[in-house]
């Protein structure tokens, strides 16, 4: 009889554990599906947004400018635009003869040493790039030097 008596205590205490058990699985389930469909919804539309700016962008190809600097010698550069839509693309095909005078403006005002480092190309794109979102009402987010001669 007391081998009897001991079968249902082991009995109840395995249901118990197999109990535990099924609600841990049942518990990492819900907080597994949870994490997911939070990181989906906050996360995703982060990605998404991101993903549709750098799709919105469009290059612009400038073409090539020669012009002699302001002490002696030549530049030749040729530039493309990073450009916020479509729109700010037609409006620089209309105003292009205006933003070439400006760049050439530009180009022929600076002197040979102040365009032979990074650091006075650097500060020549960013007078570009005023200059040209000066002249139009979109806007232009970054000008590309895609070939540079400096003699």
Do not use: W
């Amino acid at each position: 009889m007391a081998t009897q008596q001991a079968q249902p205590k082991n009995k109840s205490k395995s249901n118990k554990v197999l109990l535990i058990i099924l609600l841990l699985f049942i518990i990492m389930i819900i907080t597994t599906m949870t994490t997911y469909f939070v990181a989906k919804n906050i996360i995703g539309k982060d990605i998404t947004k991101s993903m549709q700016n750098q799709n919105q962008n469009v290059t612009y190809s400038a073409g090539d400018f020669l012009t002699n600097l302001k002490d002696r010698g030549y530049i030749k550069l040729s530039l493309v635009y990073l450009l916020h839509d479509k729109d700010t693309e037609k409006e620089l095909e209309v105003k292009d003869c205006e933003i070439r005078d400006k760049i050439l403006t530009i180009l022929r005002s600076k002197s040979i040493d102040e365009v032979r480092d990074s650091k006075g190309m650097e500060e020549l794109r960013k007078l570009i790039k005023q200059s040209i979102n000066d002249t139009i009402d979109g806007e232009v987010v970054d000008v590309f030097f895609t070939s540079i001669i400096v003699n």
